[in-house]
């Protein structure tokens, strides 16, 4: 906190669920959306558990693999913009 405070450096207190603010929470979203488009119902995959395990973890990985690499500059890129959106928004937020 001491060194927070000499740079000058505001703390905002956020929601625990701030979606937003995480990006994470988007890339696992595409991620998803990328799951039910090219494999349907991965959850209804038979066979021993370490297979299906295994198909699993690949769909993962090819649908990580599809993700376009500018996708994470521009969501970390973005999150100043999206910050200061949210905290206009709505009235949450506390400087510490």
Known sequence: MRWLREYRTTLLKIPPYSPDLNPIKNIW?????GLSKYYSDPHLMKGPEHVVKK??????TECWELLDSNLFDNLV????DREEVI??????????
């Open 29 to 33: 979203s595409l991620i998803k959306h």
């Open 87 to 96: 905290i206009k928004a709505d009235g949450w937020y506390t400087k510490y």
């Open 55 to 60: 198909a699993i973890e690949e769909a993962i």
């Open 77 to 80: 890129g973005s999150i100043v």
